[in-house]
């Protein structure tokens, strides 16, 4: 049973760029979740997938955008970078969507220079 | 929505000795409680989760405590080993049918030799 898995591990990018970061999900999980992580302090909830749509959303604009792929597998985007997007990007999957536990990634480091 | 709050920020300990995290939540709906523990440059990973239908639940080291009526539960870890030493988060899921975790800022334990 293979785990969670991200890529990039770590990027750098520039104030006004666009990132898109990738999660592969644990193996009969079909929920994918999003969280971030600045230093110091908790993931906080960006959005989630089931089934490949989106069926909830934290409080982050729109610039922050994701997909699920048929595979499980989910991407998220971010638009228009700006320096406080810094941060742990972090990939959650679980077996279905309101029930069982969430299993992290490794993360995917984000600098904004 | 859901707030946790999480303390101590950091407790430090020496190796045998016991270790105690606590958390409030606010959303009395909320029935799902994992605790997870991230090492550096890692992410987060699950070591014990309890339900609202739980009032206690131990695996060897690592016990939960969860008090419904106060809205608080508890980590204790005993005979604490160096390799304890890690950020540990706590977290509340509610029922909105989604599995949103809201986490608390963590707690760095350092457990010394």
């Known amino acids: 049973e293979t785990g969670v898995t991200q890529s990039p591990t770590h990027l750098i990018k520039t104030r006004g760029q666009q990132v898109t970061l990738r999660c592969s999900s644990q193996?009969?999980?079909?929920?994918v979740s999003w969280y971030q992580q600045a230093l110091g302090q908790g993931p906080q909830f960006i959005f989630q997938?089931?089934?490949?749509?989106?069926?909830g959303r934290g409080n982050f604009p729109p610039r922050f955008s994701g997909l699920q792929f048929p595979n499980y597998s989910s991407e998220l985007n971010v638009n228009a970078l700006e320096l406080d997007d810094s941060a742990l990007y972090l990939c959650?999957?679980?077996?279905?969507?309101?029930?069982?536990?969430?299993?992290f990634g490794e993360g995917s480091r984000l600098t904004v220079l | 929505g859901e707030n946790v709050e999480q303390h101590p920020s950091t407790l430090s300990v020496q190796e045998g000795d016991s270790a105690v995290i606590k958390c409030t939540y606010s959303?009395?709906?909320?029935?799902?409680f994992p605790w997870y523990k991230q090492e550096l440059g890692k992410g987060p990973q699950l070591i014990i989760d309890?339900?609202?239908?739980?009032g206690e639940k131990k695996d060897q080291r690592i016990a939960v405590t969860l008090n419904k009526t106060a809205k608080h539960f508890s980590l204790h870890i005993t005979e604490t080993q160096p390799e304890d030493s890690a950020v540990y988060f706590c977290?509340?899921?509610?029922?909105?049918?989604?599995?949103?975790?809201?986490f608390g800022k963590g707690t760095m334990l350092l457990v010394s030799p």
């Open positions: 959650a999957s679980s077996l279905t969507s309101g029930a069982g536990e969430l299993f």
């Open positions: 193996s009969g999980h079909n929920t």
């Open positions: 997938y089931y089934r490949e749509e989106e069926n």
């Open positions: 959303d009395s709906a909320s029935n799902y």
């Open positions: 309890i339900r609202s239908n739980v």
């Open positions: 977290a509340a899921r509610g029922d909105s049918g989604y599995s949103t975790l809201t």
